[in-house]
């Protein structure tokens, strides 16, 4: 059994509305071997490694089921058994998932799509690993593959090894309760590196924390919870309950120390934590010398301060409030009269609670220095046998990471001990802290008991709060959270998305443009880039779930407008888990063939994916018999049609039952966009009145301000700012490249368009016919080389009878075809079509072929340029020089132009540099 392929979906896909990796599996031989044919010998180990496989329902919905599966009738093939392990490994090493989905491939005997759930990419990648090894492992011999595991694999070693690779991937216990309070207050939430950076909200409504220090934790404060020297200093000037301190760099002056201070003292490292480096109750000079060259391990500086009597206890306080307390015992065994305490340590290291550093709620108990140190007290080894219920310390600092205890005592704290630690953390600056405290009974003024403030921690962690050893676990993360995000406070920007075959990115751009002259900043995602505030940030095509987080991790955004195209969504899914508002334009012929997508239904299940996670409304082209499908699994508030049929029989019943369409009528001035939503009708704006649809003639521009329009209507945007917006887009290269670009410049009009499959063709074709043009009409025309020879032939249809001339072309990228294999494809097609072979040129060369037609035109004859290098044609267009009409093509020469602000740029054309002020406009029209 083979891994062909991986994907891995980072947000909604087509199998699940959460991050799932899909294997494609090849089975080979094994395809003839289920596990029933291979019987009790593969099954019964593989349930004796994982035993938690009996808990899998699969199919039968019930513990067991899985088992079942394996078990009955045909048993199951081992796609699917791999799937159930790669799940169980990852619940194993605690992370909770369950989904998963085998399927057969059609046509292909053998192979699988095979997908389960994961949290972390890393972590799903290793657990299917894993799963294929130890499949394969299992075998008969005369099944394994040459690269199966050796027949002394340790699996129960492999297996721990991927749970301590899992735990060091994992949240830490605090910030994984910090991103369950994030997640019930329905705050959505960005990992933004390796360890516990993470981003809670969206754009510039957006909260940082590393583990639980925030964005608007002080930096100063974090400095003075660092420095211990001066947290005491500043703590005994406001008459708080501290220790007497000294700083030493030298054994020498912490023995000076210690005799000043006077017997006990306590040794520690001036700016360390989690007790690394601290000794406690430190009585002679030779006790004094080895606990500073410990201390030493860890900084420069040492501090010698009063040993104070007492338990600690950690009071932790979050915006000036105390939320919790807990009571530390430091590690230790108790004696049973038969072990010895390095027998007893690994008894309580058997503990399912114990863990490795801060991956569980405990920490596993180890022999160090200061173990040693504190047995060699008592006269003790690791082979002495303590008497039973004899409690041996193992550390002198009560730190959960050093393998102590806490016992929850929120409850019994005194209010002056209260107030006295709300003070501490305040006179530090934080807005958490944890305050260390001695005392021997906190349900005891400090006043009266005594006590003394140890020690300010900034970044304090929480295990010992949410998960205590004894005691109620108390939720100090919601405070946290409800600290950055008050009640009144948003966490989300809006989120658009666009998606169909054609018009997503001139939609996304009216919406953009709609929202930033309403006051937004907005994020926009494209294929010519990510735009911020209307500014290229990236350039490319951005339409996948990688661009789609670069806007939502941007600090200045505070609307989101997200071109989410066919490619994306196959390669890795959604970039965000919901949107606000979605639309789906259309669903035509492109793309067919690529990535197992073979028909218009399978397009149409990957274009559906966003309508499926909108949650305030969904946009829909009634249309288009695909989009309005889609209607049955959206789950939005609110449904919306867009229609060009006044009379469309499904949107009339839609309106009639209160619903919301946008519907393009027939008046008196020509077609009225209009609102229908609740019963109310509501003239929008002519078309003529739009720009963009170039007087009304561009209907595939009417088409996409409609959607544009009902996204912003259901983005709460006021109808005049609506019509504001449509009335100030226009089609030019500056604002839309590539889109229905015209140049009227020249004795002749020219009209550049990135039309690419035959839906988008025909509209250009469409145009071209509205704008009835006194002289010929020439056709630059091409294809993409990756799309199916049915889907070219289809293009070359579709412009036939609309064009005097033709001008067929290639990509510079044929992407896989041979030099001039396209161009010849749709010649041929247009001869079939009845086109005299006298009025269509082959030139397989975009720069030449545009040339070509610039060349031949002559005034009042109309050009349509279907370009692929968008801003090589442009430039191409509009420095061609007319008057000239040069017919000499000279490779890439660096011209520079002779006019105002010009810039150097590479171009294709021999030309006559234009010197007037038509130049100077041009030139700045290209962007140069």
């Avoid at 005994?236 to 030298?250: A, E, H, K, Y």
């Avoid at 100090?476 to 948003?490: C, H, R, T």
């Avoid at 080389?785 to 412009?799: K, M, N, T, W």
Wanted: hydrophobic share 40%; aromatic share 6%; charged share 25%.
């Amino acid at each position: 059994m083979k891994i062909i392929s991986t994907n891995v979906y980072v947000g909604p896909n087509i199998y699940a509305h959460f991050p799932v990796i899909r294997h494609v599996l090849d089975l080979g031989v094994l395809e003839a071997w289920p596990t029933s044919r291979l019987g009790n010998a593969f099954i019964d180990p593989l349930i004796e490694y994982l035993p938690g496989l009996r808990e899998h329902g699969c199919s039968y919905g019930e513990p067991g089921g899985f088992i079942r599966r394996l078990r009955e009738g045909d048993g199951t093939w081992l796609g699917h058994v791999m799937e159930h392990v790669a799940i169980e490994l990852q619940n194993v090493a605690g992370s909770t998932v369950s989904f998963g989905r085998t399927r057969s491939v059609d046509g292909q005997p053998g192979r699988y799509n095979m997908v389960f759930q994961y949290k972390d990419e890393e972590v799903g990648r290793e657990a299917g690993r894993l799963a294929l090894s130890l499949i394969h492992y299992l075998l008969p011999e005369d099944l394994r593959p040459a690269d199966a595991p050796a027949s002394d694999w340790d699996f129960p070693e492999e297996r721990d090894q991927f749970i301590r690779y899992a735990q060091q991937r994992d949240f830490g216990p605090s910030t994984a309760s910090l991103i369950r309070a994030a997640e019930e207050r329905g705050i959505p939430w960005l990992r933004l590196n390796r360890q516990s950076l993470v981003q809670f909200g969206h754009g510039r409504f957006q909260k940082r924390i590393q583990a639980t220090t925030t964005g608007n934790t002080s930096n100063i404060a974090v400095e003075l919870a660092s420095d211990k020297e001066e947290t005491n200093r500043i703590l005994r000037d406001l008459g708080l309950p501290v220790p007497m301190q000294r700083l030493v760099q030298t054994s020498r002056d912490a023995k000076r120390a210690a005799k000043r201070i006077g017997f006990p003292v306590v040794l520690k490292p001036l700016s360390g934590n989690h007790g690394r480096g601290v000794s406690i109750n430190l009585r002679t000079s030779s006790e004094i010398e080895a606990a500073f060259d410990d201390a030493r391990k860890h900084g420069q500086n040492v501090i010698v301060e009063s040993f104070l009597e007492g338990y600690d206890h950690r009071l932790l306080v979050i915006n000036g409030e105390l939320i919790a307390a807990a009571k530390r015992v430091p590690g230790h065994v108790t004696g049973d009269g038969k072990h010895s305490i390095e027998q007893l340590v690994a008894i309580v290291n058997q503990d399912p609670r114990r863990g490795v550093g801060h991956e569980k709620a405990l920490t596993r108990l180890e022999f160090d220095h200061q173990a040693e140190r504190l047995l060699a007290k008592l006269g003790y080894n690791r082979s002495t046998v303590p008497a039973e219920g004899e409690v041996v310390y193992l550390r002198s600092t009560a730190n959960l990471s050093t393998g102590g205890t806490a016992i929850d005592v929120t409850d019994d704290v005194h209010p002056d001990n209260r107030e006295m630690a709300i003070r501490t953390v305040k006179a530090i600056g934080l807005d958490i802290g944890g305050v260390d405290f001695l005392t021997e009974d906190i349900s005891k003024s400090y006043r009266d008991a005594g006590g003394g403030i140890c020690e300010v921690n900034a970044g304090p962690g929480f295990r010992m709060h949410v998960a205590p050893s004894e005691g109620t676990p108390r939720d100090v993360s919601g405070p946290v959270i409800d600290m950055l995000f008050p009640a009144d406070a948003q966490c989300r920007i809006p989120i658009a998305a666009v998606t169909g075959t054609n018009g997503k990115t001139t939609t996304a751009r009216i919406l953009a443009h709609i929202l930033k002259l309403k006051g937004f900043t907005v994020g926009l995602t494209s294929t010519d880039g990510v735009y911020i505030d209307a500014q290229l940030s990236v350039p490319g095509d951005m339409t996948g779930p990688a661009s789609a987080k670069m806007i939502l991790r941007d600090p200045s955004v505070d609307a989101a407008v997200l071109e989410t195209a066919r490619g994306g969504m196959l390669r890795g899914g959604l970039g965000f888990p919901e949107c606000n508002v979605a639309a789906c334009l259309n669903v035509t012929s492109d793309h067919l063939g690529l990535r197992g997508i073979e028909t218009l239904e399978q397009l149409a299940e990957i274009k559906r994916v966003p309508i499926e996670v909108a949650q305030d409304a969904a946009v829909l082209n009634a249309d288009d018999v695909h989009c309005l499908q889609m209607a049955d699994y959206s789950g939005a508030s609110t449904l919306c049609y867009v229609t060009m049929n006044p009379a469309h029989p499904l949107v009339k019943q839609h309106i009639q039952a209160g619903g919301q369409a946008f519907v393009l009528e027939q008046g008196m001035n020509g077609h009225m966009i209009t609102i229908y939503d609740k019963e109310h009708h509501i003239p929008l704006v002519w078309t003529h009145l739009i720009p963009a649809t170039v007087e009304g003639r561009a209907m595939h521009n009417v088409q996409n301000a409609m959607f544009a329009a009902a996204l912003a209507y259901n983005l709460h945007i006021g109808l005049e700012d609506i019509r504001h917006g449509l009335r100030t887009f226009d089609a030019t290269f500056f604002q839309v490249p590539g889109r229905m670009n015209i140049f009227n410049e020249h004795p002749f009009k020219v009209i550049l368009d990135y039309a690419h499959n035959a839906a988008a063709v025909r509209a250009m074709c469409n145009l071209v016919d509205r704008f009835e043009p006194k002289g010929r009409r020439i056709v630059v025309l091409s294809a993409p080389g990756d799309r199916r020879d049915e889907d070219i032939r289809e293009i070359a249809q579709v412009a036939a009878g609309h064009f005097d001339h033709f001008i067929c072309r290639s990509d510079d990228n044929r992407r896989g075809r041979a030099q001039g294999e396209v161009p010849v494809m749709l010649k041929n097609e247009l001869l079939e079509a009845g086109i005299a072979a006298g009025r269509i040129d082959v030139i397989p060369d975009e720069q030449e072929a545009t040339h070509a037609a610039l060349q031949m035109a002559e005034p009042g004859d109309l050009i349509l340029v279907l370009a692929d290098a968008i801003k090589r044609t442009w430039k191409q267009i509009i420095y061609f020089d007319s008057d000239a009409k040069s017919d000499v093509i000279t490779k890439k020469p660096s011209i520079k132009l002779d006019l105002p602000q010009a810039e150097v740029f590479s171009f294709d054309e021999s030309i006559e540099i234009i010197s007037d002020e038509r130049g100077v406009r041009l030139a700045r029209e290209a962007g140069d």
